[in-house]
């Protein structure tokens, strides 16, 4: 158990439907990252929040949102589903870090089927 | 921005064989580097890193040298075994930006 929970394991949805991702980070860590991780593009960045607030943006569609709330569990929600939105979804926690000395603790991913 | 290039593989391997996957990089600053491996069906877990030029981290028999000069990090195993089998990816960090991954590099280790 990496301390970062992500919640649900599998989802499987038709096209055009919304879904919402959980991610509980590890204790006393401030920081989420969103990642999407598919066959052909490998582990793209999404989204960054730091202590609630939106910190960085990656590669991240504008059908995709993302929020961090006051507990700092995080929440990422897509919406008008594609097939080509099939992937692993993985949800990644640190500390405050600005000497970029520690890692990041993942966790063990949401996989995401649209049919 | 940061970005890395390693091979993709898959490297395959036999039982006891010598392991090197090559990474470089490019960043901002002055990064720490990472090793992160991920095992079929799990999410990524940190293998090792190095926070300084010349340092070398290690875990599990794995090794890699920070190296400033040639913006290198490359991963060593002397003897891999089987349940090495798993994707490898390297990552600078300069702390205020997130990780950015390449595809990593997938290993298979054959008895």
């Known amino acids: 158990d990496s301390g970062v929970t992500q919640t649900p394991k599998h989802l499987i949805t038709a096209t055009g439907q919304r879904v919402t991702l959980r991610c509980s980070p590890r204790?006393?860590?401030?920081?989420v990252y969103w990642y999407q991780q598919s066959l052909d593009q490998g582990l793209q960045f999404l989204i960054q929040?730091?202590?609630?607030?939106?910190?960085a943006k990656g590669n991240i569609l504008e059908r995709f949102s993302a929020q961090q709330f006051p507990d700092l569990h995080s929440e990422l929600n897509l919406s008008s589903l594609e097939l080509g939105d099939s992937a692993l979804y993985f949800c990644?926690?640190?500390?405050?870090?600005?000497?970029?000395?520690?890692?990041?603790?993942f966790g063990s991913g949401t996989r995401l089927t649209v049919v | 921005g940061n970005s890395v290039t390693q091979m993709e593989g898959p490297v395959t391997l036999s039982e006891e064989a010598f392991l090197t996957i090559n990474c470089t990089y490019t960043a901002t600053g002055y990064p720490s580097l990472f090793w992160y491996v991920q095992y079929p069906g799990e999410g990524l877990q940190l293998l090792l890193k190095a926070t300084k030029a010349d340092d070398k981290g290690s875990n599990k028999g794995f090794e890699a040298t920070y190296r400033k000069e040639t913006t290198s990090f490359h991963l060593e195993k002397g003897s891999v075994q089987v349940s090495d089998s798993a994707v490898y990816f390297c990552a600078p960090n300069s702390g205020n930006t997130p990780l950015v991954f390449g595809k990593g590099t997938r290993l298979s280790v054959i008895a």
């Open positions: 990644a926690s640190s500390p405050r870090d600005r000497r970029g000395l520690y890692g990041y603790t």
């Open positions: 204790s006393g860590d401030l920081s």
């Open positions: 929040y730091y202590n609630g607030e939106e910190r």
